[in-house]
């Protein structure tokens, strides 16, 4: 059993930045962001494990970084360069190395132009 508990989403104009926090309730081996924008599928943000090891989807490489702090059990997305296609509910999801998975309860993350 592990909760996750998000923070850091808000209203930003085109090309402004945010940060996306994640807290674990306990370590876990890989963690990473999904977005879901309204009448489409969720897709993979980016992923990192515990040993920094990461990958990212297309649409935000360059402008996007993840990274995080393995004594908080906390990860970050930094989303750089933001655009309107961008806007989607962002999700914080855990995995352990046998399957299990976990998710937080979504944050917002708007762009307007």
């Known amino acids: 059993q592990v909760q996750l508990v998000e923070s850091g989403g808000g209203l930003v104009q085109a090309g402004g930045s945010l940060r996306l926090s994640c807290a674990a309730s306990?370590?876990?081996?890989?963690m990473g962001w999904y977005r879901q924008a309204p009448g489409k599928q969720r897709e993979l943000v980016a992923k990192?494990?515990?040993?920094?090891?990461?990958n990212y989807a297309d649409s935000v490489k360059g402008r996007f970084t993840i990274s995080r702090d393995n004594a908080k059990n906390t990860v970050y997305l930094q989303m750089n360069s933001l655009k309107p296609e961008d806007t989607a509910v962002y999700y914080c999801n855990a995995e352990n190395g046998w399957g299990a998975e976990y998710w937080g309860q979504g944050t917002q993350v708007t762009i307007s132009s």
């Open positions: 306990r370590n876990i081996f890989r």
């Open positions: 990192i494990t515990s040993g920094g090891s990461s």
